[in-house]
């Protein structure tokens, strides 16, 4: 899988729109971009892939630029239900791959 | 489906002693990934399985460590004889045909004294 990197932590407010960019500069042509989200006490969740451009789910966007070099996981007006780490990973959707997770994004939300 | 089930959700036990965790995939995954995670190494790979054949254990941290898979809807990990280092939350996972979005089990606390 390609390495990323992504920022050990965010705070943000409730209410407020969260961007968190994760760095892949060595993104294969079959690689697809996943996000998960890890709560305290369980284990992480997948929230949202893509290949390129944009997509959007009733969790969250994913921004994904021409270059496929970066990506950006948007959280529309979050809440405090939203604080949680999110993992950025990149690798080939169609074949059976490791699951390398990075040290992720330490996200807090606040009142 | 009921997600995948991973048992027992705490385990506490004394050095020295083995100990075996369960995991139950999602019926009709065929892949399965064993993890660990502490605060300190964050969540590691330790070894997965494709189709019940192990893959690349590369990430077992020593011949105390070992995990099978005899039949697609059951997989144990288990350490001999666990150390207080080995304390931490062991979480399974399973996917459809391999790729990148995998469901991941409650997680087994373990607790070595």
């Known amino acids: 899988l390609a390495k990323t990197t992504q920022p050990i932590s965010m705070d943000s407010y409730e209410g407020q729109e969260v961007n968190i960019t994760c760095s892949h500069n060595?993104?294969?042509?079959?690689?697809?971009i996943t996000w998960y989200q890890q709560f305290p006490s369980q284990g992480p969740r997948f929230i949202i892939q893509?290949?390129?451009t944009k997509v959007t789910n009733e969790v969250a966007s994913l921004f994904i630029p021409a270059d496929r070099k970066s990506s950006t996981l948007s959280l529309p007006r979050v809440s405090l239900s939203d604080t949680a780490v999110y993992y950025c990973?990149?690798?080939?959707?169609?074949?059976?791959?490791?699951?390398?997770f990075g040290t992720g994004t330490r996200l807090q939300v606040f009142p | 489906d009921a997600g995948v089930i991973q048992s027992p959700r705490h385990e506490v036990t004394e050095m020295g002693q083995e100990v075996t965790l369960r995991c139950k995939p999602i019926?009709?995954?065929?892949?399965l990934f064993w993890y660990r995670q502490t605060m300190m190494r964050g969540l590691e790979l330790l070894i997965y399985?494709?189709?019940?054949?192990?893959?690349?254990d590369s990430g077992m941290p020593e011949d105390r460590f070992s995990a099978k898979m005899p039949n697609a809807s059951f997989s144990t990990l288990k350490i001999q004889p666990s150390e207080p280092r080995d304390s931490a939350v062991y979480f399974c996972?399973?996917?459809?045909?391999?790729?990148?979005?995998?469901?991941f089990g409650q997680g087994t606390r373990l607790t070595v004294v």
């Open positions: 399985f494709n189709n019940n054949v192990p893959i690349d």
């Open positions: 990973l990149v690798g080939d959707k169609g074949n059976t791959d490791k699951l390398i």
């Open positions: 996972a399973s996917t459809l045909r391999g790729g990148t979005e995998a469901f």
């Open positions: 893509g290949y390129k």
């Open positions: 019926s009709g995954h065929n892949s």
């Open positions: 060595n993104i294969a042509t079959n690689d697809y």
